[in-house]
């Protein structure tokens, strides 16, 4: 096991304080082994095998461990899995007494305060909706434009829709992507009008189908006008 040891020196008036590390024996991964509690999420996970930061003869590090999860969960949200997370991933090291080598198994499972029904279901977007810096959506005007909706205070969008179409990522009738929200957040803070964007998700999902809309919520910044006043001199005789 780490150590870690303390030497403290008075020198008159001042003190220093020295630690000494002792990071103890180093492990390895001798074999990796998983475990799943659905069929349809094993699949998923072998099919991107081949980009697994885990192997054989590997050190035994918690960062490698913990980059794994984010890697599996970031690849089942753009599959559709929207309520995955990184909950879900556990693991066990089995050791034997004296030896450094360490038996590592992933373990999959849905957590107990999870529903497996809406965890292992993927999802598809149903509306994605554009909220263009509406101050009432009681009395806003609908409008759409090749697929997305648009909630405007006067019709109007801000930008042309577009322009806006082309910084938004998702689409109806499409899965679900983590990677896509992502991707449009980039996209539209890249906008210098814009002064912040937020996306929302909401569940309407039927019993046959897993569904959400995304409202797409846009704020942009004052913009700035430039005047100039001449003065001349007339010094012609």
Do not use: W
Not at 10 to 39: E, I, M, N, Q, W
Not at 104 to 115: G, K, M, N, R, S
């Amino acid at each position: 096991h780490a150590a870690v040891d303390t030497q403290l020196t008075r020198k008159g008036h001042k003190t220093s304080l020295t630690y000494h590390l002792r990071p103890g024996a180093l492990y390895y991964v001798d074999s990796v082994g998983y475990t799943f509690d659905s069929p349809e999420i094993a699949n998923a996970v072998r099919r991107r095998q081949g980009r697994s930061l885990l192997y054989k003869g590997m050190p035994l590090e918690s960062a490698v461990l913990e980059a794994e999860r984010s890697r599996i969960v970031r690849q089942l949200q753009d599959e559709g899995y929207y309520y995955v997370h990184k909950e879900f991933i556990t693991y066990t090291a089995d050791t034997c007494a004296g030896e450094k080598g360490v038996g590592l198994t992933l373990h999959f499972a849905c957590p107990p305060d999870a529903d497996p029904a809406r965890a292992y279901r993927t999802y598809r977007l149903r509306e994605v909706t554009v909220r263009d810096a509406v101050n009432d959506t009681a009395t806003a005007r609908e409008g759409t434009y090749r697929g997305l909706r648009f909630l405007t205070d006067d019709g109007r969008t801000t930008l042309y829709r577009r322009v806006l179409r082309n910084h938004i990522a998702m689409r109806p009738d499409s899965l679900y992507r983590e990677r896509d929200v992502q991707d449009t957040y980039s996209s539209l803070n890249s906008l210098q009008i814009v002064k912040y964007s937020t996306l929302r998700t909401t569940d309407v999902s039927t019993p046959d189908s897993g569904l959400l809309d995304c409202d797409v919520y846009l704020d942009y910044n004052q913009p700035h006008t430039l005047s100039a006043e001449l003065e001349g001199t007339n010094t012609a005789g």
